[in-house]
């Protein structure tokens, strides 16, 4: 009777509270959600959280601060092959109205990303976010890819190159994989935001939800004063106007008007974007591990649930069927 009488207890503890249950099995064991504030700042889920939280938002708002020196870098330096400085300002001119109208309309798609987010959960949300900003990464990768690729003699200081074949193909194919990457980076900075939001939610709950986010957002912002810097870092150069006069003097002094080449010299800097775009692709497959470690842990934690739905089930069997004995006892209830 009295271990029928246990397995009864044991079976009920569903119908307690979930912070009772756990707390007098360990202090380790409360929901994070129940726990004190330190105890949730600290924790290895809000570091992930915000981890990943910092690193895309400084991505997405250095692509920003970046936007138009690159664009610098990337079609001016095609001045010293095509010969046409007013062609070249009209496509970075239209590409920066490109992209802030794009990354304008974004919130149109507010809805569609919340409605992705409550269809197949946060981990794949996270995941998603992280995608796209690597194919947004990728793709800038490859339009400077396709740059050094049609001019690739410049490793070869001797090496006399001419303009006539490859100016049509740089004027178009890099804007439109560009503007492909602007619409990329809109869903990118769209959801990051819902996703940082709704993981802070689910995950630690109500009590401490506007703290937990301003830290979040405190934190983002601070390392985010750095954009400057870095970006003028990556041009190259001095990271303004020099940088531009240096190539047009060296195009004007190696440039024969007769027969209408240019030296490799002319290379005077175009910035460290490849690099860049690189090592931000390589940074967002790491940031992919996390939605990944989250995701065996809730496929462990759904086991474990099954589990104990299991044994609960075995054990209410067994009552039911051993308070009745062949001494005509009966069944004995509780």
């Known amino acids: 009777v009295s271990s029928n009488k246990n397995l009864i207890l044991l079976s009920n503890d569903k119908g307690h509270d979930a912070t009772t249950t756990t707390t007098a099995i360990g202090s380790s064991n409360i929901p994070l959600s129940n726990r004190p504030f330190f105890s949730q700042l600290f924790s ?3 570091f992930r959280i ?4 910092t690193i895309t938002s400084f991505v997405a708002n250095m692509r920003v601060a970046s936007l138009n020196p690159e664009l610098d870098n990337y079609f001016m330096n095609m001045n010293i092959y095509n010969n046409n400085n007013n062609n070249n300002n009209t496509v970075i001119r239209d590409l920066t109205r490109s992209f802030t109208f794009i990354s304008s309309i974004g919130f149109f798609l507010s809805f569609l990303i919340g409605n992705f987010m409550d269809r197949f959960g946060l981990v794949i949300s996270t995941f998603a976010t992280l995608f796209m900003g690597l194919l947004h990464s990728l793709l800038l990768f490859s339009v400077w890819w396709w740059w050094w690729c049609l001019y690739d003699d410049h490793t070869n200081a001797t090496n006399n190159m001419t303009t006539t074949t490859t100016i049509p193909i740089v004027s178009t194919t890099p804007a439109i994989m560009i503007i492909m990457g602007f619409w990329v980076y809109t869903i990118f900075r769209q959801s990051l935001f819902q996703v940082f939001i ?3 939610a689910q995950r630690h709950g109500h009590q401490y939800f506007g703290r937990l986010l301003g830290i979040g ?10 954009i400057g810097s870095f970006v003028r870092s990556v041009q190259g150069g001095d990271g303004g106007d020099g940088t531009m006069n240096t190539m047009t003097t060296n195009t004007n002094t190696n ?3 007769n027969t209408n080449t240019t030296t490799a010299n002319s290379y005077s800097d175009v910035g460290h974007w490849q690099s860049l775009h690189m090592w931000q692709s390589i940074l967002f497959v790491l940031l992919m591990i996390l939605p990944y470690y989250d995701w065996l842990a809730s496929n462990s934690s759904n086991r474990r649930s099954r589990l104990s739905a299991v044994v609960q089930a075995q054990q209410k069997v067994k009552v039911k069927g051993g308070g009745g004995g062949s001494g005509g006892g009966g069944n004995i209830s509780y």
Do not use: D, K
């Open 50 to 53: 915000l981890l990943v939280f």
């Open 198 to 200: 709704a993981c802070i």
């Open 217 to 226: 957002f405190f934190v983002s912002g601070l390392l985010e004063f750095g």
């Open 255 to 257: 440039m024969n008007t």
């Open 44 to 46: 290895w889920t809000y």
